[in-house]
């Protein structure tokens, strides 16, 4: 039972005052007047008790009325009956995002987090649709909403409660964006079962530190829905500094020319740091210190790059280590020295090295060399001897030139290995080359008349030779003119693919798949005689993607974060098993054939065997992680997203409650009862103490008057 007005409960203090009064002793009993005693002065009689309780069952009725009066005024009502009107066991949807990110390795954010996961999973009513999730970088479903509709309220509770304990941070970025997405994705798959009730309210519980490095950019292609509601239970960071060490990209500084340069990186101080000072010093693979630390004055919101020279080759680096900072999860930069890859592109042509009119005066300049590979142009004479190795084979062919049967024969060998071969029409004639290259009748290249120039004008981007200019702000060739081309016969050189027409619809690239290789035919020179390419900014990333076209898993050692997709290196070892040795001393084995390794899910150095070598590679944290800063939350109202009043959503529930309190109390109206009650237990009491009244000893004054 609870009453609408409990104040008036403090009227049963009232109680005390029958109580009082019945202690209180008045003159004695049976008193008689005599005349004779009439100018005697009046003595007391001497109390042999001072206190005793007289005429319990009136004190007990007197009691009971006061008691009576006062619960009725506070208005009582039975809660049992209420419980079904108040809307406590609301239908609604609600999904809840736990952020399993990196940034959670701070303090005791992690056990805060799960703290507050519970909290919202136990107070999930009965009634309410309840899927968990948690998410980094991606998002993953901890209980969906399928697994959630077949169990029953309490073993849902139990379960979401078991999984959310084996729940640990990751060691990913933070992609909040697409987690939100994801959640609204989620939460409007589900059919809304009571047709008769319409759509089912939409929550999205997200519990995060919030931070900076957040990646927002998902969000911007979301309309929120309109009944949907975030509501966001942002973990404290408390006051704690942080500080991160970075890798900057050094391919493309000059003098970096191995892994014995020097190595740029970036020591970031977040903007809520206490600190200033830190140092950065090499360690071994066993964590031991090697060298001189480094000193960087770093002032809060602010960064430093730093320039560290690797100690000697003898001495095996595996990390550089940030110290003076509080939170170390993002200390820990790790860098492996990286083998230099060597290729060779072979050059068929009469042209000579210094003799910029020709083509091999621009090829000997358009590969630069950097620290990760080393490109050596190895120009031959028509009648030269080709002299390809099947073992190494160079990743790249260029001919210009006719050449023997013989040799064309050798090139199509190359092709059918796997080789990639470029076909350089650059000059009008009888391509037998070209013929016996793709294994066609020999037909005469014509040179194709135009008017003054001509520029592309259709070209396939998805192709991976022209993927590096997908982009709308490198995919514009007008500024490369053409002055002269051969007209090429696509249908002539059997099954091909045109790459590039010009604007007039000749085609102008073509490719033929040819065995396991591929063969290209280019209708036109780069030479100033025939066109601009070579002179503008499109040809080095054209000549690079050929390059890579044969083997396009570029290997990078050093550039990895954490869940990158890490394209392996071709190592001799093709048909042959792979084995990948992380981190943790875990050993992954792929399956023949893999291209790549995503297992990336740690820091730290992973190495990769194979039958011909090893390679080894670096995974760091994301640099955006460190970046601890809180994120405003009205940033997610600014992408669109319906925050919940947490204040006027407890309002409005308290209004609810009053209001079915008052209508459930007017309906039941329990103080009518009490207050005939406690007229009832009046009336008994003033008979009762009227009869006891009767027999009285006071009464002998009447009848002795009367007498």
């Given at each position: 039972?609870?009453?609408?007005?409990?104040?008036?409960?403090?009227?049963?203090?009232?109680?005390?005052?029958?109580?009082?009064?019945?202690?209180?002793?008045?003159?004695?009993?049976?008193?008689?007047?005599?005349?004779?005693?009439?100018?005697?002065?009046?003595?007391?009689?001497?109390?042999?008790?001072?206190?005793?309780?007289?005429n319990l069952l009136l004190l007990i009725l007197r009691a009971s009325a006061l008691c009576l009066l006062a619960v009725a005024f506070a208005r009582p009502f039975l809660r049992q009956e209420a419980l079904g009107n108040l809307g406590e066991d609301p239908q609604r949807r609600v999904a809840v995002l736990i952020d399993t990110s990196a940034s959670l390795r701070r303090g005791d954010l992690w056990t805060q987090a799960k703290a507050i996961a519970g909290r919202v999973i136990a107070?999930?009513?009965?009634?309410?649709?309840?899927?968990?999730?948690?998410?980094?970088?991606?998002?993953?479903?901890?209980?969906?909403?399928?697994?959630?509709?077949?169990?029953?309220?309490?073993?849902?509770?139990?379960?979401?409660m078991a999984r959310l304990d084996r729940l640990e941070p990751t060691w990913a970025a933070t992609n909040l964006g697409q987690a939100l997405v994801d959640a609204v994705a989620a939460i409007e798959d589900v059919a809304d079962t009571r047709e008769k009730t319409g759509r089912m309210p939409r929550r999205i519980v997200l519990i995060s530190d919030l931070q900076q490095g957040s990646r927002l950019d998902a969000l911007g292609e979301l309309e929120w829905p309109k009944d949907a509601e975030l509501d966001v239970k942002k973990v404290p960071a408390g006051s704690g500094s942080n500080a991160g060490l970075h890798r900057l990209d050094h391919s493309g500084e000059p003098g970096s020319t191995g892994a014995a340069g020097d190595r740029r990186v970036r020591v970031f101080n977040d903007a809520g740091s206490n600190r200033e000072r830190f140092t950065v010093r090499w360690t071994g693979a066993t964590g031991s210190a090697i060298g001189e630390p480094i000193d960087a004055y770093v002032p809060p919101g602010e960064s430093r790059v730093?320039?560290?020279?690797?100690?000697?080759?003898?001495?095996?680096?595996?990390?550089?280590?940030?110290?003076?900072?509080?939170?170390?999860?993002?200390?820990?930069?790790?860098?492996?020295?990286?083998?230099?890859?060597?290729?060779t592109v072979l050059f068929v042509g009469p042209d000579k090295p210094d003799d910029p009119n020709g083509l091999l005066y621009y090829l000997l300049r358009v590969f630069p060399e950097s620290a990760r590979r080393s490109v050596r142009i190895d120009?031959?004479?028509?009648?030269?001897?080709?002299?390809?190795?099947?073992?190494?084979?160079?990743?790249?062919?260029?001919?210009?030139?006719?050449?023997?049967?013989?040799?064309?024969?050798?090139?199509?060998?190359?092709?059918?290995?796997?080789?990639?071969?470029?076909?350089?029409?650059?000059?009008?004639?009888?391509?037998?080359?070209?013929?016996?290259?793709?294994?066609?009748?020999?037909?005469?290249?014509?040179?194709?008349?135009?008017?003054?120039?001509?520029?592309?004008?259709?070209?396939?981007?998805?192709?991976?030779?022209?993927?590096?200019?997908?982009?709308?702000?490198?995919?514009?060739?007008?500024?490369?003119?053409?002055?002269?081309?051969?007209?090429?016969?696509?249908?002539?050189?059997?099954?091909?693919?045109?790459?590039?027409?010009?604007?007039?619809?000749?085609?102008?690239?073509?490719?033929?798949?040819?065995?396991?290789?591929?063969?290209?035919?280019?209708?036109?020179?780069?030479?100033?005689?025939?066109?601009?390419?070579?002179?503008?900014?499109?040809?080095?990333?054209?000549?690079?993607?050929?390059?890579?076209?044969?083997?396009?898993?570029?290997?990078?050692?050093?550039?990895?974060?954490?869940?990158?997709?890490?394209?392996?290196?071709?190592m001799g070892g093709d048909g042959k098993a792979l084995v990948v040795h992380k981190p943790s001393g875990d050993r992954v084995a792929l399956p023949a054939g893999s291209t790549s390794f995503d297992a990336t899910?740690?820091?730290?150095?992973?190495?990769?065997?194979?039958?011909?070598?090893?390679?080894?590679?670096?995974?760091?944290?994301?640099?955006?992680?460190?970046?601890?800063?809180?994120?405003?939350?009205?940033?997610?109202?600014?992408?669109?997203?319906?925050?919940?009043?947490?204040?006027?959503?407890?309002?409005?529930?308290?209004?609810?409650?009053?209001?079915?309190?008052?209508?459930?109390?007017?309906?039941?109206?329990?103080?009518?009862?009490?207050?005939?009650a406690a007229i009832g237990v009046l009336i008994v009491e003033t008979w009762l103490a009227g009869r006891l009244n009767i027999k009285r000893p006071r009464l002998a004054h009447a009848e002795a008057l009367a007498t």
């Open positions: 039972m609870s009453a609408l007005s409990p104040l008036y409960l403090l009227g049963l203090l009232a109680v005390a005052a029958p109580i009082v009064f019945h202690l209180i002793r008045r003159s004695p009993r049976g008193e008689v007047p005599f005349s004779s005693l009439l100018f005697l002065a009046p003595s007391p009689p001497r109390l042999t008790r001072r206190s005793r309780l007289d107070e999930c009513q009965p009634a309410e649709e309840l899927a968990v999730f948690a998410f980094d970088t991606t998002t993953r479903p901890v209980l969906d909403f399928a697994e959630s509709a077949k169990l029953d309220p309490a073993r849902r509770r139990t379960v979401a730093l320039r560290v020279s690797r100690p000697p080759p003898s001495t095996p680096t595996h990390a550089l280590v940030l110290t003076g900072d509080a939170q170390p999860f993002d200390n820990t930069l790790y860098l492996v020295e990286e083998k230099k890859d060597e290729a120009a031959r004479q028509p009648a030269a001897a080709l002299a390809i190795e099947s073992d190494h084979r160079p990743p790249l062919l260029i001919v210009a030139a006719e050449t023997s049967r013989e040799k064309a024969l050798q090139l199509r060998k190359y092709i059918e290995a796997g080789g990639t071969l470029v076909y350089v029409a650059a000059r009008p004639g009888r391509a037998e080359t070209l013929a016996t290259l793709a294994d066609v009748a020999p037909r005469a290249l014509l040179e194709a008349a135009i008017p003054r120039d001509v520029m592309l004008g259709e070209i396939a981007f998805d192709h991976p030779v022209f993927a590096p200019f997908a982009g709308a702000q490198y995919s514009d060739f007008t500024k490369i003119h053409f002055w002269k081309y051969r007209r090429l016969d696509p249908a002539a050189l059997g099954e091909v693919r045109v790459l590039a027409r010009f604007e007039n619809g000749d085609a102008a690239f073509v490719e033929k798949s040819i065995g396991k290789g591929s063969l290209f035919v280019l209708a036109s020179g780069w030479n100033p005689a025939d066109s601009q390419l070579a002179r503008s900014s499109k040809f080095v990333p054209l000549m690079s993607a050929l390059l890579d076209h044969r083997d396009p898993r570029a290997f990078d050692a050093e550039s990895h974060t954490v869940g990158d997709r890490v394209a392996l290196p071709a899910d740690e820091p730290g150095v992973y190495t990769i065997e194979t039958p011909a070598a090893a390679r080894s590679f670096a995974v760091n944290l994301d640099p955006a992680e460190s970046k601890t800063s809180p994120l405003a939350v009205e940033t997610l109202e600014q992408y669109g997203c319906r925050l919940s009043k947490p204040s006027r959503a407890h309002v409005d529930r308290e209004r609810l409650r009053q209001m079915h309190n008052a209508e459930l109390e007017g309906r039941q109206k329990l103080w009518r009862w009490l207050i005939l």
